[in-house]
């Protein structure tokens, strides 16, 4: 009987054990497999960002074209534009068009930058172009994407307020544009 019940505890034990490393090899692995998840959705999020500052480059497309239709964007600091827009819409018709509307050629972006960490994206850039009036406007931009499922659901943008300031006062749209 006693042998009995020393077989058997070996056995309830060697069970246990044996789930113990079992679950320790999940508890092992789970970081990894995080880490490669996050990495992956890192990695598409950075190239659809890359891709989108591509687009824009070439004037075929830009970021905003990754805009949810809900994304809210802030625009942060004190320019003239500073606040956040609740919607894609109101975003491109109170700042993207008026500022589009301002500009002979359009901005042309080169990426100093990018970063990814989970969901987003940190897109460090200059952006030049020239205005209606001829002078040259030139900026740099740090934009913070918060991406889900390929689109932007919000962004916090920082630029030089001074300049931009500068360019929406001295420049006014061209009619027919908004």
Same mark, same amino acid.
């Given at each position: ?7 058997? %505890?070996?056995?309830?034990f060697? /069970? /246990?054990l044996?789930?113990? /490393? ?7 692995i789970?970081p990894?497999?995080?880490a490669?998840?996050? @990495? !992956?959705?890192?990695?598409r999020?950075?190239a659809?960002?890359?891709s @989108? ?8 497309? @830009?970021p905003y074209?990754?805009l ?6 802030? #625009? !942060?600091?004190?320019? #003239? &534009?500073?606040?956040?827009?609740p %919607?894609?819409?109101?975003?491109m ?7 589009? &509307?301002r500009?002979q050629?359009?901005?042309?972006? %080169? #990426?100093? @930058?990018?970063? &990814?960490?989970?969901?987003t994206v ?10 209606r ?9 740090a934009w ?11 962004a916090?943008a920082?630029?030089?307020? #001074? !300049? ?9 749209p061209a009619?027919? %544009?908004?």
């Amino acid at each position: 009987m006693l042998a009995n019940l020393k077989s058997r %505890t070996r056995q309830v034990f060697g /069970a /246990a054990l044996g789930v113990a /490393a079992t679950a320790l090899a999940l508890v092992a692995i789970q970081p990894e497999a995080n880490a490669q998840g996050s @990495s !992956e959705t890192e990695g598409r999020n950075k190239a659809a960002i890359q891709s @989108s500052f591509d687009a824009w480059r070439a004037g075929t497309g @830009s970021p905003y074209d990754l805009l949810a239709v809900d994304a809210r964007w802030t #625009i !942060e600091g004190l320019s #003239i &534009a500073s606040k956040t827009y609740p %919607t894609k819409e109101d975003f491109m018709r109170e700042v993207i068009r008026p500022f589009n &509307a301002r500009m002979q050629s359009p901005l042309k972006p %080169t #990426i100093r @930058s990018l970063y &990814a960490d989970g969901d987003t994206v940190v897109a460090f850039f200059d952006a030049r172009g020239v205005a209606r009036d001829g002078r040259p406007y030139v900026n740099t931009y740090a934009w913070f994407l918060d991406m889900r499922a390929g689109q932007i659901i919000r962004a916090s943008a920082f630029f030089d307020a #001074i !300049e931009f300031n500068e360019l929406w006062t001295r420049v006014a749209p061209a009619t027919g %544009t908004n």
